[in-house]
């Protein structure tokens, strides 16, 4: 649990002082003409598995952050770093984090006009994050189906070095939908030294899915 608190604690930082590269290229994807209300995104708190704690998010959000990666954060390619940041600056966001024994779930919605570049699907299929002692792997993994609305899923194994040369790993599945005036994702993060069986992808990506269908109401 010690991970788990410091990739809590790091997220609040990278949230609300990190800087990031700018969201994705604009390019030809179709814009969801199906009206979102972010306050909805509470209603997909009942898909959790009993015995988890939810908390509210409050300040910026977004992909990266809770990967466990610090401010001043670098992507390469550093285009790349668009998918782990679609959230522009100034926006609002609204999202839970609920915490138990099979990982560390994260559900938002955030205001943004960022659309998917479909040139980083085919240029960011691997890729890798830094920030201070903490470097990650990111591997391009299918996305759900969704009607109106384009998707990505991020597979992000990080390591973090520790006192006495050490290392702790975490395990992250990220989801996103992009829908017109918003941006959804849904992140999931595991142990993998855990003795619990973790979060699956299947449940993060299903929750992207579950959580579309409750913001569209």
């Not at 384009?150 to 070095?161: D, E, H, K, R, Y």
Request: with cysteine; proline share 5%.
């Amino acid at each position: 649990m010690r991970l788990f608190a410091l990739l809590a604690a790091l997220s609040v930082l990278a949230a609300a002082c990190g800087e990031s590269p700018s969201s994705a290229p604009q390019s030809a994807t179709s814009r969801s003409s199906t009206q979102v209300n972010p306050a909805r995104i509470d209603r997909v708190r009942t898909e959790l598995p009993s015995g988890y704690e939810v908390a509210a998010l409050s300040g910026r959000a977004a992909p990266i952050a809770f990967w466990g990666l610090g401010t001043d954060w670098m992507a390469d390619p550093q285009r790349c770093g668009a998918l782990a940041d679609p959230v522009a600056g100034d926006s609002t966001t609204r999202g839970w984090s609920a915490s138990g024994a099979r990982g560390i779930v994260y559900a938002v919605v955030a205001t943004s006009a960022a659309t998917l570049d479909r040139s980083l699907i085919t240029e960011c299929s691997q890729w890798t994050v830094s920030a201070g002692r903490t470097s990650g792997s990111v591997t391009l993994v299918a996305a759900p189906a969704i009607d109106g609305a384009a998707t990505v899923g991020l597979s992000t194994t990080a390591t973090t070095a520790v006192e006495g040369g050490t290392e702790t790993h975490s395990h992250a599945d990220t989801f996103t939908a992009y829908l017109g005036d918003y941006v959804a994702f849904v992140t999931v993060v595991t142990d993998p030294g855990s003795p619990n069986p973790a979060l699956g992808q299947d449940f993060a990506a299903e929750l992207l899915v579950k959580t579309v269908s409750a913001l569209r109401g």
